[in-house]
């Protein structure tokens, strides 16, 4: 199995020699991500469409930002998307780190602090251990 080639879209130079090959038809883009596929893809379509059923350049160039707009909103998309599961990653192995902490734990504060810790996590709260510390504060004066 060959190693796949590493594509930079973000290299403007790099991704305009792509969007050329693929107005051309000379561009083998199965293996892209998907967002890059269907950019590709339609711009393979937009250049058979220019060359085979007589699209005028500027109708072909209005297509193509159309398309260009499209692709650049699902790769924001896509972008959020990836940056919430990263952040859904973190927050379990904090889950989990701070489970082995409580477990552990040899006083009351310590397991209250993580425990409050672990349901801010739960809760998508940060804010909740500060205020169920001062509410306890206020119930102990």
């Known amino acids: 199995m060959t190693p796949k080639k590493i594509i930079h879209f ?16 000379q561009l083998d883009y199965d293996d892209y991500p998907p967002e890059e596929y269907r950019y590709f893809s339609k711009l393979s379509k937009l250049g058979y469409k220019n060359r085979h059923n007589g699209w005028s350049k500027e109708l072909c160039e209005q297509k193509q930002e159309e398309y260009r707009k499209e692709y650049r909103q699902a790769c924001t998309v896509r ?43 739960t809760l998508n709260d940060p804010d909740l251990p500060r205020r169920i510390t001062i509410n306890l504060q206020e119930e102990i004066t």
Not at 84 to 106: G, N, P
């Open 10 to 25: 973000n290299d403007e130079k790099v991704f305009f020699e792509l969007e050329e090959q693929a107005i051309d038809g």
């Open 79 to 121: 972008d959020k998307r990836i940056s919430h599961m990263k952040r859904l990653q973190a927050d379990l192995i904090r889950t989990d780190q701070l489970s082995c902490r409580l477990h552990t734990a040899r006083d009351r504060n310590t397991a209250l602090s993580v425990a409050l810790d672990l349901l801010a996590i």
